[in-house]
T-cell receptor
Framework: GIQVEQSPPDLILQEGANSTLRCNFS?????LQWFHQNPWGQLINLFY???GTKQNGRLSATTVATERYSLLYISSSQTTDSGVYFC????????????FGTGTQLKVEL | KAGVTQTPRYLIKTRGQQVTLSCSPI?????VSWYQQTPGQGLQFLFE???????NKGNFPGRFSGRQFSNSRSEMNVSTLELGDSALYLC???????????FGPGTRLTVL
């Protein structure tokens, strides 16, 4: 079954708006990570967040491992925030293999 | 510290040919993983190498293979290319297992 699920699949924002991206993951998934894929295809690490809350500038993330979800908050969005946001996690017994969600495509417009 | 590097960045091949992609991990990282990204299948795990040994393999045919050298650099090879192999191939490195993975810029392969 689906082990990592993201919502919404697409999001369009006006510059300056805030947004929340959600990642639900199954019991077999842990060590949640968030990535941003830029238009050139590179995956940029945002957060390694197995549990708790972290903040980095305008971005913050919260993982509630007991309820199997993680949230990525983007505040005061900028056009450079556009791209695809992925969450991913390790599968129990799967070694270093990351299982990815299907991503949230974000477009920030002027 | 330099990031993960991948070469070449772009590649165009024809069906039936083979291709070799290269990945240099972050200095000190001994784990290298490879992923394939396509619009239809998303990001899928190919394999992982640690200290020159393949530790984990995804669900891909035997045409996909890889290796890791003593300096942790890794190569992946795809033989008898098919149109469906057109994809972005991403390499990632990490210091230890189940730690943060850092990705390279990718190699975009087009098979004609």
């Amino acid at each position: 079954g689906i082990q990592v699920e993201q919502s919404p699949p697409d999001l369009i924002l006006q510059e300056g708006a805030n947004s929340t991206l959600r990642c639900n993951f199954s019991d077999s998934v842990n060590n949640l990570q968030w990535f941003h894929q830029n238009p050139w295809g590179q995956l940029i690490n945002l957060f390694y967040i197995p549990s708790g809350t972290k903040q980095n500038g305008r971005l913050s993330a919260t993982t509630v491992a007991t309820e199997r979800y993680s949230l990525l908050y983007i505040s005061s969005s900028q056009t450079t925030d556009s791209g695809v946001y992925f969450c991913a996690g390790h599968i129990t017994g799967g070694g270093n293999k990351l299982t990815f969600g299907t991503g949230t495509q974000l477009k920030v417009e002027l | 510290k330099a990031g993960v590097t991948q070469t070449p960045r772009y590649l165009i091949k024809t069906r039936g040919q083979q291709v070799t992609l290269s990945c240099s991990p972050i200095s000190g990282h001994r784990s290298v993983s490879w992923y394939q990204q396509t619009p239809g299948q998303g990001l899928q795990f190919l394999f992982e190498y640690f200290s020159e040994t393949q530790r984990n393999k995804g669900n891909f045919p035997g045409r996909f293979s890889g290796r890791q050298f003593s300096n942790s650099r890794s190569e992946m090879n795809v033989s008898t290319l098919e149109l469906g192999d057109s994809a972005l191939y991403l390499c990632a490195s990490s210091f230890v297992e189940r730690d943060t993975q850092y990705f390279g810029p990718g190699t975009r392969l087009t098979v004609l």
